[in-house]
């Protein structure tokens, strides 16, 4: 399997509840990002996360990060429609982790 | 600021014609990264060009791919001879000078993509 994979690979809810989302890695990373794509459009970086960091936190999204288990969730609370998208988690590498890998991304569906 | 701009946003092409896209970064932004993205995939990384530099390639396919990042003028991603395997989405990203240290990030910010599809 490729390094940031996400899971589920899709996820369907009420408006309102919270939404998780799992992203495992295979390799020591520097940091993290969580990334969001609208059907047909570009990535907008969400948030970043960095390797001696355990949670952080955003707005309506809270990132955790084991590099224990290497992995990372991406909570959203309080879904709107407007967060239907698909989710990425990457992982950087290069000198500043400039090449992004991207898993296969988490297709949320928040249902109004 | 307008953001990383990409044109054209759709592109269909013949097998074994040339495709040619093209990524204008944001103002103040000299590095550029170009991705594929497959259909129900996530990105892959291509390429990371400077101005007039490519830094590294590692994520290109060896023949048929190529991308500039001239002095004046946006970066070009250009497929020669396409075949039906290169339909995909390509974005481009741009970020920042960057700064020093293995911890070190400058986040990418990316174009709304070119969807290239090869009949």
């Known amino acids: ?112 | 600021n307008a953001g990383v701009m990409q044109n054209p946003r759709h592109l269909v092409r013949r097998r074994g014609q040339e495709a040619r896209l093209r990524c204008s970064p944001m103002k103040g932004h000299s590095h550029v990264y170009w991705y594929r993205q497959l259909p129900e995939e996530g990105l892959k990384f291509m390429v990371y060009l400077q101005k007039e530099n490519i830094i590294d390639e590692s994520g290109m396919p060896k023949e048929r791919f190529s991308a500039e990042f001239p002095k004046e003028g946006p970066s070009i991603l250009r497929i020669q001879q396409v075949v039906r395997g290169d339909s995909a989405a390509y974005f481009c990203a741009s970020s920042p000078p960057t700064t020093a240290g293995t911890g070190s990030f400058n986040e990418q910010f990316f174009g709304p993509g070119t969807r290239l599809t090869v009949l």
């Open chain 1, 1 to 112: 399997s490729q390094q940031g994979e996400e899971d589920p690979q899709a996820l369907s809810i009420q408006e309102g509840e919270n939404a998780t989302m799992n992203c495992s890695y295979k390799t020591s990373i520097n940091n993290l990002q969580w990334y969001r794509q609208n059907s047909g459009r570009g990535l907008v970086h969400l948030i970043l996360i960095r390797s001696n960091e355990r949670e952080k936190h955003s707005g309506r999204l809270r990132v955790t990060l084991d590099t224990s288990k290497k992995s990372s969730s991406l909570l959203i609370t309080a879904s709107r429609a407007a967060d239907t998208a698909s989710y990425f988690c990457a992982t950087g590498s290069g000198g500043s982790n400039y090449k992004l890998t991207f898993g296969k991304g988490t297709l949320l569906t928040v249902n109004p």
